[in-house]
């Protein structure tokens, strides 16, 4: 054993840790003072999240050539991470290494193959950044990201040699066939005290450059090495869709309460965790409908400018003197308003994000702010946000107007005490009052009706769900809508709820569970589909083309995918846009932009160029938002395509099949 070399060893280690420790200290101490967040239920789901997003690489992935060398990279950084081990040991006694472990063929093998994959993910990873230079790296910090990747390439351009070197002395206790590439690397080596040196060299800098890695690391957005993987297990399990509600009960502990998100102080744990977790990587940014359409907003530079107010303003926060107005208001200092109401919370940025960032729930707390707080929003919104709270609706109408559409239609409306019906159709406000979504009420209707569903609606006792209020950030409305209508549900307690709206869908089975309201709740393209499949109704197939655009609040916040397609099967011949399923495109009406001027080029006349392209003739939604964004977007783009939701085209083919019998 060599105490000098010990010595050394301990001296480079204790300040590499301390550099560390001075920068957890900091971030861990933020982490506590973050508001709470509910993440600690459903842990088999949180595991398998962890298994398959941080260690399987799953969302990393969806990009084949940049997810296998990340994917390179991240798995060589935990199969050889025994190897720093080892290092340390061999630099204060060159014969020892690792019991057990360290006479390990197979480990060996291991280690030689996953510095090699390692040295090809750093490599491509760099020339992709170099040569490809995609976009969503622009704003990022890619001079540290070079850095780090030289980093990671130098230790694994030291940990080869240096086996190498042993191998050219006979001081690994493998046979040196398990180690085929350092084998090989080891005839550069002659043998004598020139190759001893040489080890010596290589086992110093190889450690060297490990320690100089865990001190800058935490100071760069490489932060994410150590966070990532806890941001994941605590991302969302279920309910993609769903906010946190915020409490305005007066048993609610001062240290909980929090009226959005105003300055960092008003942070939770999982939003501070969010920001150090974001690897810059852009491909939130990528699918984002707003940053694609020429807005302002950014994902990635929203997560990143949060992050750095946090940076800025997090030792005062940690004192007495950050805990009240000596912080910076989030808008505008580290966003403006423009980023803040850019946002159609469409989810692809949340979806695509492999460290499982929910910029959702930072986007709406900072509207939460501005509206409750400072009541600062966009000018046109604020008739929709009046009738909402007034009238019971977004468009002001008379609520005893609400089932106008089922005129001569013969559907039942709910009295109070009524028997509950086996189905209760939930129209929603636009399927109620707009004449362009009426369609799909009406034709749902006609097919619950012919399939012989007994079925009712509320009429005038349905309110809005309050979905647009809350997106706007208007959490008290929303939560008096909720539970005036949790209360009417609970009365009627139906055993399956419809409903049209995608939105409606959403907030009634995963936001109204908070409020004391839980139902089973079908969205009408499954419960026709599932009519369909009972032979209760029967379409007529047809070879008319036709494309399905997915809701972004349908596929991608509730998984409702399969069965809208299977109503298009039954009447024509399915056409998949480029970007659909999961993976979809906003039509531009989510986060209450069906109400507000949207600046620049407009994302429902991107997502009909894209239907178009299909050579479809016929864009089939399941959402009525949809219905009349697209619509808007056919007719200002001058496109020959006829909008229609899957119920209609479904009722139209049967209206033609009972024709032609
Ligand atoms: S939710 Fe949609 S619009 Fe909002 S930031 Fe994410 S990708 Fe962009
Ligand atoms: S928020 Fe997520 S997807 Fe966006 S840049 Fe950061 S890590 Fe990448």
């Not at 499982?356 to 709406?364: A, C, K, L, R, T």
């Not at 086996?422 to 009406?442: H, I, K, M, N």
Request: net charge negative; proline share 6%.
């Amino acid at each position: 054993m060599s105490y000098p070399a010990l010595v050394a060893l301990l001296l480079v280690i204790a300040l590499s840790v301390g550099i560390f420790a001075r920068r957890a200290r900091l971030l861990v101490g933020l982490v506590r003072k973050g508001k709470p967040a509910q993440r600690f239920d459903d842990v088999p789901a949180r595991i398998r999240n962890e298994a398959v997003i941080a260690l399987g690489q799953r969302k990393l992935l969806q990009r084949l050539l940049p997810g296998l060398m990340h994917a390179f990279i991240f798995w060589g950084f935990i199969a050889l991470l025994p190897t720093i081990a080892m290092a340390m040991i061999a630099i204060v006694d060159r014969t020892a290494s690792i019991p057990w472990l360290g006479e390990q063929g197979w480990f060996a093998l291991l280690v030689d193959v996953f510095a090699v994959l390692v040295l090809i993910g750093v490599i491509t990873t760099f020339s992709i950044r170099k040569i490809q230079r995609p976009e969503r790296f622009k704003g990022s910090h890619t001079g540290e990201a070079e850095l780090i990747l030289a980093l990671i390439a130098g230790v694994v351009a030291t940990l080869l040699p240096w086996h190498a070197s042993r191998i050219a002395l006979s001081l690994n206790e493998w046979p040196a066939a398990w180690s085929p590439i350092s084998s090989a690397l080891s005839n550069l080596f002659g043998g004598g005290p020139g190759t001893a040196a040489a080890e010596r060299a290589l086992v110093w800098a190889h450690v060297l450059i490990i320690l100089s890695f865990l001190a800058y690391v935490p100071y760069t957005k490489h932060l994410h090495v150590f966070t990532a993987v806890v941001n994941v297990f605590f991302g969302r399990t279920k309910a993609h869709g769903r906010l946190e509600p915020i409490r305005f009960d007066e048993e609610c502990p001062e240290e909980e309460m929090r009226l959005g998100l105003g300055t960092v102080a008003d942070m939770t744990w999982k939003q501070i965790v969010d920001t150090f977790s974001c690897t810059e990587c852009g491909r939130c940014q990528d699918v984002c409908p707003a940053h694609a359409t020429g807005k302002d907003l950014s994902p990635k530079l929203l997560i990143m400018a949060l992050r750095d107010q946090l940076f800025a303003e997090g030792p005062s926060l940690l004192t007495a003197a950050g805990s009240g107005d000596s912080l910076a208001p989030l808008v505008p200092a580290a966003v403006s308003d423009d980023v803040v109401w850019d946002c159609v919370t469409c989810g692809a940025c949340v979806q695509e994000c492999p460290v499982s960032i929910e910029h959702i729930d930072h986007i709406v707390d900072l509207r939460r702010h501005l509206v409750m707080v400072e009541s600062r929003f966009p000018a046109e919104a604020e008739p929709m946000l009046r009738d909402v709270e007034r009238s019971s609706n977004p468009s002001g109408n008379a609520q005893s107007d609400r089932a106008a559409w089922a005129d001569g239609l013969d559907v039942r409306v709910l009295e109070p005490g009524d028997p509950a019906p086996e189905v209760l159709y939930w129209v929603g406000c636009a399927a109620s009052f707009d004449p362009r979504a009426r369609q799909t009420a009406v034709s749902t209707a006609k097919l619950l009706k012919a399939a012989g569903v007994d079925f009712a609606i509320l009429g005038p006792r349905e309110c809005c769900t309050g979905d647009p209020a809350r997106r706007m950030g208007n959490e008290y409305v929303f939560q008096a809508l909720a539970e005036q209508n949790v209360e009417t549900l609970n009365d009627v307690a139906p055993p399956t709820i419809v409903t049209s709206c995608p939105h409606c869908f959403n907030t009634l089975s995963s936001e109204y569970p908070d409020f004391g309201g839980n139902y089973n709740v079908k969205h009408h393209s499954e419960f026709l589909a599932g009519l369909v499949r009972d032979g209760r109704i029967t379409p007529t197939a047809s070879d008319t083309p036709i494309t399905y655009h997915d809701s972004c609040y349908l596929a991608r916040h509730n998984d409702v995918l399969e069965a809208p397609r299977e109503l298009v099967a039954a009447v024509g011949k399915p056409i998949e846009m480029q970007r659909n399923g999961k993976r979809t495109f906003c039509c531009g009406a989510g986060g209450a932009h069906m109400w507000m001027e949207e600046r620049g080029s407009q994302i429902n006349e991107e997502r009909v160029r894209e239907a178009d392209a299909t050579g479809a003739k016929t864009l089939a939604v399941a959402c009525p938002f949809c219905t009349v964004m697209l619509d808007d977007g056919v007719r200002t783009s001058g496109r020959d395509l006829r909008v229609a939701d899957v119920a209609t085209l479904l009722a139209e083919s049967i209206e033609q099949r009972s024709d032609s019998e």
